[in-house]
């Protein structure tokens, strides 16, 4: 996106009731793609088991999506400053609602696994247009306003999805089993295609910059080498061509680096703007948002399996497990934005990082001591510590990344953040082959199932506190305040700020 669209004021002519129409359509759409993301984990056991998945395509279900959204993200913007934001915005939540259905009806975990990267595809040219159509229907004044029920929806999404996600995959409804996690999306959908067609008005950017198509086939292919070994090594006994892959991946990433600076210099536009790394907060940010989304990655999916398989739960039990955890970043999430990061900054997010590792040692020390025995009860503490945490960073950390970036670029930053965290993620599934299911032995009994999961997950959690160890030391570089808290703002200014970043 551009930073005349993230910055620029609202047209005139957009203050009738129709935009509320509008911003309840739009917050519908992102509603929908952040349940989807949780929704699939809870049900990713019943995946393996009706539909006879691999470990490969259980990791590409989740992985898939996140590298399509990833990919796809900076181009989905540019594509809605170009040709209208409405435009786009019908286009991918008619190409979700689709992409939904071919899950909810996939015969193999091979369509599966296709319609689920299409499925993050267009949610890749849907989610980015969700904030630009505020910005250019609601005038700033009532800006502060819209971003905090953004914020409330994000909260919502991540309490309903995993129970969500378990009540359908639990009822069973018309014995599709978890199919209906999938086609739940599909009335949902077509309603606010046809809401949306009426009641969003159009708008472009000005002086939308060109799509940089070869960016984004570099990045995807670096992607893609890197993600496909580590995810098939495993199962293939970790062949020469796949480590061929992941060191190719890096000279392809080379090249990209190249090639942008050429762009740069060429036309403006390219995909990635190389000249906000010399930002040493920035850089430093983009790190800490890969690194934070790798561990998400593995921990997330690591978790459903262990409940599932490893203790043998319901997906509803599993699902009402992590209630305390979802209710925990929800809470300290508001209170870190509003609260505490105006009176101590940084220290906040570090404090985030370190309760996250103290939650997840904890949760190690919990599964060792109860092993199959635990109880969900026992659960809750080491969960609502790491949800704590979680809330600390999760809310806060793009307004401290964007808080040196230049104003003329904060388009571009906060589509590379979101961007990245998405890899980030995708990268945490892949090496879930590595950490996780390289610990568990190919042919095991059934009494040999939970105890080898349970080693399993304790191994996996222990990589996790590793790498928030690390976020803990690269926070360092992050400012200390933010401008806008440096220079005691009132709460309403900052969330201006930072909002299209969480999205853009």
Sequence with gaps: MTSTEILGESPAGTTDRRRWFALAIVMTAAFMDLVDVTIVNI???????????????????????????????????????????????????????????????????????ASRILQGAMAAMMVPQVLSIVHATFPAHERGKVFGLFGAIVGLGA?????LGALLTEWNLFGLQWRPIFLINLPVGVAALVLGSRYITESKAPRALKLDLVGV??????????LYPLTRGRELG?????????????????????????KAVRDGSPLVEL????????????AVQTVFGVALGVFFLVWTLYMQIGLGWSPLRAGLTGVPFSIAVSTAAGLSVQQLVPRFGRRVLQAGALLMAAGVLLYIWESGRYGTSIASWQMALPLVVMGVGMGLIVAPLTDAVLSEVPREHAGSASGLINTVQQMGNALGLG????????????????????PAFVNAFQHA????????????????????RSAQHAEGSEAGGPVEEKAPALVS
């Design 43 to 113: 049900a990713i056991p019943s995946i393996q088991r009706d539909a006879g998945a691999s470990v490969s395509q259980i990791q590409w279900i989740t992985a898939g999506y996140a590298l399509a959204f990833a990919a796809g993200l900076i181009t989905g913007g540019r594509l809605g400053d170009i040709h209208g934001r409405k435009r786009l915005f019908l286009i991918g939540i008619g190409g979700f609602t689709l992409a939904s259905a071919l899950c909810g009806f996939a015969a193999n975990p091979e369509m599966l696994v």
């Design 238 to 262: 970790w062949p020469l061509w796949g480590h061929a892959s992941m060191a190719g991946a890096l000279v392809v990433f080379a090249a990209l680096v190249m090639y942008e600076r050429r």
């Design 217 to 226: 086939a570099l990045v995807t292919l670096g992607l893609t080498m890197l």
């Design 159 to 163: 309490v309903s999805g995993p129970l």
């Design 275 to 286: 000249s906000l790394f010399r930002v040493k907060s920035f850089a430093a940010g983009i």
């Design 431 to 450: 090496l879930v082959s590595v950490v996780f299911f390289g610990e568990i032995g190919d042919r095991l009994t059934r009494d040999q199932v939970g």
């Design 461 to 480: 959690l222990g990589w996790v506190a590793g790498v928030m160890g690390a976020i803990f030391l690269l926070m360092f570089a992050l400012p200390k």
